[in-house]
């Protein structure tokens, strides 16, 4: 498991102190002028077109140079869970999984690869979700889908409340680098499903934390699988009916990037309409407990917050 | 000798992968379509003839012209008892010719199963060798031969992801899983331990199709014939599976049992056997053991009177399954398509095809839960996997039209039940838990959520005019082992050969459209959608959207 799951070891340390000494170095070459006084916002939101609008909300939260490093072995969770195109807003739109796709690549990425563990049948959803068409034809065999319990591994997760334990995809465990792009909608079980909630694709038994508290265990699956960056479509927002739509669909042509995965969710809840009405970040309950729990920031007014339209 | 060898294993081969590829490939019934006793019994119990059954009837012309070649060549029951045969086949040093009265036992059979489809009621599937043998091999042979492949695969994942195998790495083979497979797994052990008594022990005593065969194949143009350098060794009589060679006359065939294997011809130390061409004036015909025809109106009444006895099964269903005093299994779902019960249950040939073809592995064959009747017929069984909503496979691979094709255009339509929810299982109802996993796999929208005052969690309803039985719900639902969302038969479709399911969906007030664009109107901010429960919740989050809270 690498860094974003578990208490680092030695190894994984040194290995990322290296990382940094790097990074300090390289730093040593860009003019001191453009680092001062630039500090970064924790939050990007960028409205306009799906392509241009994720590579400039990459762009202000540090580059996606920040979080993929070449070599790194990249995955990219979509929500692509369900049989239906992108006007139904139920999966992420197939254009912003292409652009992450190819800014990884451009990164020097060692192997990218987009993975669901879907709801409805594999191949239907990888076809209509458009994902599978358009990450295929930049690579073959690039997005997947993985439903057989052999190809998950147990993994115990310390700072688990309710949830100690869960099956991950091994391709995930594996990975050195994982990027959330969940589209943006929501849920009548848990008020909305973005990044956080979008991890249970990522694991083989979902029906456990249903008979558990599912936002507490939401959050304990949050907290072994913090993705590095999170990438929230809301091209389009699907405001009620969600996850699986058909329901009011937004289009409110936002792309939203963060490292913190937990103020991701929370601007994103705060910032549209669900269900005919406005909520605060801290009325979804796995966004609260998650803050409470130090795995991320809900007080967006607090947060550094970078706008822009392109 | 090797052509034979080669005709046989390309004949296996073929129905195995028309097996394989069911429901992805237009004829893959073919086999079943040439089974003359399968089709004869449906038939005489479906009370009609089309076209797509003409394939038997070519078989049993050709059996005029040519004899029993469809049984040595082209069976693919016969092909895996000889196959087995050689296997398991005892030494013996001579054939036994004393069983020979028994070979009329295969007209008996068939005068039985003839009698009870009269009736309407089919026992082919007992005896009929396509039906037989494509069970054997959709519910034993291929299961089996997945779920070895699928751990093979397992097992190489970590070299295929370490070489960046994509394909390896992400293959998943999802072996099927199947009722009562030991069941045919026994009767078939014991099909094939009948070598001891004889080879070809299913063929010479036992088959329905090789009796009608037979019956057709009496004074074949092409036969077994035999020359004057014969010396009468017997050699022959000895070899002959079919016990076709009377051994005090070898130089005789009863050709209504000879299936043209030419063992005969090879074994001959004179070369004196041919098979060819020959007049009918010419025929070196041993002496037929013929059916007694007391007896074929015997076993004939004996099948009518089974059928009488099971048609006063408790289980049976009369007209329709609606109907008053009709006892059936809570939750017996059959495919989409599936003809009204009764002529279902004369129609289908419970040769597992459908089974075979189901890609969610969902239709299962039953044992008593439609009744005796109903022995080893499809239903779905969503817990299992759901029955996708635009899949019309089961329908295109059956050979008898019990489960009618239902046009890509109107499949939604064909609803096979309805979802009930059992709230005293159910995580939101009873547990008190946030869960809407039924709305959140449903692909009809069927399923709508309340927000209630003494529950902290919206809880769901089923929309029945809107549900079409698919068994998403049921499959997905986190409660185990009985689910909280089950599918019930509740207003199935059951429609004649020809009715629109779409026309009479609607004419009944349903709604079974998958409709992706068409939202549900989104409630206003007091209240939730349909249901037709009032929101009288008295605090603040009235009206408040599905699983927020009041936040702090």
């Known amino acids: 498991m690498k860094p974003f799951a578990k208490p680092i070891d030695r190894r994984t340390f040194l290995k990322q102190l290296k990382g940094m000494a790097c990074f300090a170095g390289a ?60 006007e139904r807003a139920s999966n992420t739109h197939p254009d912003v999984i292409k652009t992450l796709v190819l800014m990884c690549r451009q990164a020097g990425a060692g192997r990218v690869l987009v993975l669901d563990n879907p709801l409805a049948p594999a191949e239907q959803c990888i076809e209509n979700s458009g994902i599978g068409p358009v990450c295929n034809a930049i690579e073959k065999n690039m997005a997947q889908t993985v439903t057989d319990p052999s190809r998950f591994k147990e993994t115990a997760i310390s700072d688990g409340k309710s949830l100690r334990q869960t099956d991950v995809m091994k391709e995930v465990l594996s990975a050195d680098v994982l990027i959330a792009a969940p589209q943006a909608k929501s849920h009548s079980g848990a008020g909305v499903s973005l990044s956080m909630k979008g991890m249970m694709g990522l694991i083989s038994n979902r029906r456990i934390m249903h008979r558990l508290d599912l936002h507490e265990a939401i959050v304990d699956l949050a907290s072994l699988l913090r993705p590095h960056l999170v990438v929230i479509d809301a091209s389009r927002v699907l405001s009620t009916g969600g996850p699986g739509g058909p329901g009011k669909v937004l289009t409110p042509k936002t792309i939203i990037a963060s490292a913190d995965m937990v103020a991701a969710d929370a601007y994103t809840v705060s910032a549209f309409e669900w269900y005919g009405s406005r909520y605060s970040a801290d009325q979804i309950k796995h966004i609260r407990l998650a803050h409470q729990r130090g795995l991320g920031r809900m007080d967006i007014d607090q947060l550094k917050i970078g706008k822009a339209a392109v | 000798m090797r052509f034979r060898r080669l005709a046989r294993a390309a004949s296996l081969g073929i129905f195995l992968m028309l ?21 004869g019994a449906a038939a005489l119990a479906m009370r009609t003839l089309v076209w797509i059954w003409l394939p038997a009837v070519i078989v049993i012309a050709t059996a005029l012209l040519f004899g029993r070649i469809f049984c040595g060549y082209i069976c693919p029951m016969g092909i895996t008892i000889d196959a087995t045969d050689k296997c398991f086949a005892p030494r013996r040093k001579k054939n036994k010719t004393a069983h020979a009265p028994s070979l009329r036992l295969k007209y008996y059979i068939l005068a039985f199963m003839a009698g009870s489809a009269l009736f309407g009621v089919t026992f082919v599937y007992w005896a009929a060798p396509l039906s037989l043998v494509t069970r054997f091999y959709s519910l034993v042979f291929y299961p089996v031969l997945y779920m070895v492949s699928d751990k093979a695969v397992s097992a190489f994942y970590p070299i295929a992801s370490h070489l960046d195998l994509r394909t390896l790495m992400f293959l998943e083979i999802n072996p099927p899983r199947f009722a009562t497979g030991f069941f045919v797994l026994l009767f078939f052990a014991a099909v094939f331990a009948a070598v001891k008594i004889s080879p070809r022990f299913w063929c010479r005593y036992l088959c329905p199709s090789g009796a009608i065969l037979a019956l057709a194949s009496k004074k074949p143009l092409f036969r077994r014939q035999v020359n004057s350098e014969c010396n009468q060794c017997g050699l022959c009589a000895n070899k002959c599976p079919m016990a076709a060679i009377n051994p005090d006359a070898p130089e005789t065939t009863r050709h209504e049992e000879c299936i043209a294997c030419m063992q005969c011809r090879q074994i001959c130390p004179q070369n004196a056997v041919a098979f060819s061409a020959g007049l009918a004036t010419d025929l070196q015909k041993a002496e037929s ?24 099964g408790l289980k049976v269903v009369a007209g329709d399954e609606s109907q008053k005093g009709t006892v059936r299994h809570t939750r017996l779902i059959r495919p989409p398509g599936a003809l009204p019960e009764p002529d279902f249950l004369a129609a289908c040939v419970r040769c597992g095809q459908c089974m075979a073809a189901c890609p969610t592995n969902t239709l299962q064959p039953v044992w008593f839960d439609a009744g005796l009747l109903g022995l080893f017929s499809p239903a779905v069984t969503p817990r299992r996997k759901y029955c996708d909503p635009k899949c019309t496979a089961c329908g295109q691979v059956c050979p008898t039209g019990a489960i009618a094709q239902i046009p890509k255009s109107e499949r939604t339509w064909a609803k096979i039940g309805t979802a009930v929810i059992y709230r005293q299982q159910c995580l939101a109802w009873e547990y008190k838990k946030s869960c809407m996993v039924c709305d959140e796999v449903c692909p009809y929208d069927a399923l709508e959520f ?65 409709a992706p664009g068409e939202a549900k109107q989104p409630p206003a901010v007091s209240g939730y959608p349909g249901g037709g429960l009032p929101d009288t919740a008295p605090h603040g989050n009235k009206g408040m959207a599905p699983g927020f809270d009041e936040g702090g």
């Open chain 2, 289 to 312: 053991i013929s059916p007694v025809r007391r007896q074929v109106l015997l076993y004939g009444l004996a099948g009518a009177g089974t059928a009488a006895v099971a048609l006063t």
């Open chain 1, 27 to 86: 730093s040593l070459l860009i003019p001191p002028g453009l680092m001062a006084g630039q500090k970064r916002p924790d939050l990007a939101v960028v409205t306009g077109d799906i392509e241009p609008a994720v590579k400039k909300a990459v762009d202000m939260i540090g580059g996606i140079g920040r979080f993929v490093k070449p070599g790194s072995r990249v995955v990219i969770k979509p929500n692509m869970s369900f049989a239906s195109g992108p």
């Open chain 2, 450 to 514: 309340e927000k209630r005052p003494d529950l902290p969690y919206p809880v769901p309803h089923v929309l029945e005019d809107r549900c079409a039985g698919c068994g998403h719900c049921e499959h997905a639902c986190p409660v185990y082992n009985q689910a909280a969302i089950v599918v019930t038969p509740m207003n199935a479709l059951r429609l004649s050969p020809g009715q629109s399911f779409e026309y009479t969906a609607k004419s009944r007030g349903f709604t079974l459209q998958l």
């Open chain 2, 19 to 39: 097996l394989a590829a069911a429901g992805h490939l237009a004829a893959s019934d073919l086999y079943l379509r040439m089974d003359p006793a399968l089709i």
